[in-house]
């Protein structure tokens, strides 16, 4: 597609339960990378993805928080046994190569843990 | 702790004007600055960029400014546009580190009054 596409847009889970994200990046891009916004904070960098190297997991905040990348194609961000500190719009981008830091971002899913 | 800092939440401007958002940073290691703009419920877009070898970016109405001594940035915007209204997120990386994400700063609001 044109653009960086996420689902769900928006996902209400209880707590305690696993939740999946997809990100679907531009076509061609290899560079992909996860981030987060929590209520009136700035965004975190999570995790990112480069071709077929091994990610970097630096800003991942818990090991309850993985993410998968097959090739240049999608990736899904897993979340287990969700927290309400997990609530955040979680947003994904990518870039046609890794030092382009001018990301395409998705519009993001929002996720509230109730 | 808080390396890329926004300590302004809000800003209103009348159409027109001149918009001066400013960021400070506290990580000397930072070698790169990006500004985004975001719109609700969208992602973030990119805007401009600069490194630090430079002290000024343009690009048409917004321009950089960058004070490595103060570890201070600003994003001027000439003249002021209703469009312009938005969320602006200065952001921060160590590229000579070889750190792959971005550090944002908790964005000001940007309200273009007509």
């Known amino acids: 597609g044109a653009g960086v596409s996420q689902s769900p847009s928006n996902k209400v889970t209880e707590k305690g339960k696993d939740v999946e994200l997809r990100c679907d990046p531009i076509?061609?891009?290899?560079?992909l990378y996860w981030y987060r916004q929590r209520l009136g904070q700035g965004l975190e960098f999570l995790i990112y993805?480069?071709?077929?190297?091994?990610?970097?997991k630096s800003g991942l905040p818990s090991d309850r928080f993985s993410a998968e990348r097959t090739g240049e194609s999608v990736s899904t961000l897993t979340i287990q046994r969700t927290q309400q500190e997990d609530s955040a719009v979680y947003l994904c981008?990518?870039?046609?190569?890794?030092?382009?830091?001018?990301?395409?971002f998705g519009s993001g899913t929002r996720l509230t843990v109730v | 702790d808080q390396q890329v800092k926004q300590n302004s939440p809000s800003l209103s401007v009348q159409e027109g004007r001149i918009s001066i958002l400013n960021c400070d940073y506290t990580n000397s290691m930072f070698d790169y600055f990006l500004w985004y703009k975001k719109y609700p419920a969208e992602g973030p877009t990119f805007l401009i960029s600069?490194?630090?070898?430079?002290d000024k970016n343009e690009d048409g109405r917004f321009t950089v400014f960058l004070n490595k001594s103060a570890k201070h940035l600003s994003l001027h915007i000439v003249p002021s546009q209703p469009g312009d209204s938005a969320v602006y997120f200065c952001a921060a990386i160590n590229r000579g580190g070889g750190a792959d994400g971005l550090t944002f700063g908790k964005g000001t609001h940007l309200i273009i009054q007509p």
């Open positions: 981008a990518s870039s046609l190569v890794r030092g382009d830091y001018g990301y395409t």
């Open positions: 993805f480069q071709g077929n190297s091994a990610p970097d």
């Open positions: 600069i490194s630090s070898i430079k």
């Open positions: 076509s061609g891009h290899t560079a």
